[in-house]
């Protein structure tokens, strides 16, 4: 079946400190791998995806993921946290394929201490 | 471009009263997509339309829910009768159906049955 896991429900990070959420999916192809951001109140608005090529992608707002094939795992990144990230974060699986429709993970709520 | 709108922001009902949330996707897309975000949850796929017709519904509960796409362009979502465990943000997202780029979200209806 197909599946995205968001392993950590809530993470708290200082501000300024490095930030690594995890994602694993189980994907029976290859995978078109997304990672999208929600603040309180809004919609969602894409960081970054990977579709194929060079498996570190870079995203908006300073964010980047990196696709390990072998892990089935597309991590996403920070090296110095900012108080605006506060936010949810979800992952999201789908196939490489237009139209096509996105399986999201139940997300990671991130805190940012000063 | 603009975005995808969505309309209302916020509606309160009790239950078994009927609501209904309308949706204007990025012009040029012809994908459109509904999902249901229950509170500490991803965003799950009701159902999805290419131009006019219904691709998937097959997590859409029949027997309360129904959409439709008419011409094409904008769509309903509609909940008859609304029970309290339809309490959930509502999000209409849209995308290409033969460039893959992921999808744009609107800013979602805030459905409250009490």
């Known amino acids: 079946a197909q599946s995205v896991t968001q392993p950590d429900i809530h993470i708290t990070v200082s501000e300024g400190a490095s930030l690594e959420l995890r994602c694993n999916y189980s994907?029976?192809?290859?995978?078109?791998l997304f990672w999208y951001v929600q603040s309180p109140g809004q919609g969602l608005q894409l960081l970054l995806k990977y579709f194929s090529g060079d498996t570190l992608v870079q995203g908006i707002k300073g964010f980047e993921a990196e696709f390990k094939r072998s892990q089935s795992s597309f991590n996403l990144r920070k090296p110095s946290v900012h108080w605006s990230d506060a936010a949810e974060y979800f992952c999201?699986?789908?196939?490489?394929?237009?139209?096509?429709?996105?399986?999201f993970g139940k997300g990671t709520t991130l805190s940012v201490s000063s | 471009e603009a975005g995808v709108a969505q309309s209302p922001r916020y509606k309160i009902i009790e239950k078994r009263q009927s609501v209904a949330f309308w949706c204007n996707p990025i012009?040029?897309?012809?994908?459109l997509y509904w999902y249901q975000q229950i509170l500490g949850q991803g965003p799950k796929l009701l159902i999805q339309?290419?131009?006019?017709?219904?691709?998937?519904d097959s997590q859409l509960p029949k027997d309360r829910f129904s959409a439709e796409r008419l011409k094409g362009v904008d769509s309903t979502l509609k909940i008859q009768p609304a029970k309290l465990e339809d309490s959930a943000v509502y999000l209409c997202?849209?995308?290409?159906?033969?460039?893959?780029?992921?999808?744009?979200f609107g800013s979602g209806t805030r459905l409250t049955v009490v």
């Open positions: 339309f290419q131009n006019n017709g219904v691709v998937d």
């Open positions: 999201a699986v789908g196939p490489n394929q237009a139209g096509t429709a996105l399986i």
């Open positions: 997202a849209s995308s290409l159906a033969t460039r893959w780029r992921g999808y744009t």
């Open positions: 994907y029976g192809a290859t995978p078109y």
């Open positions: 012009s040029g897309h012809a994908t």
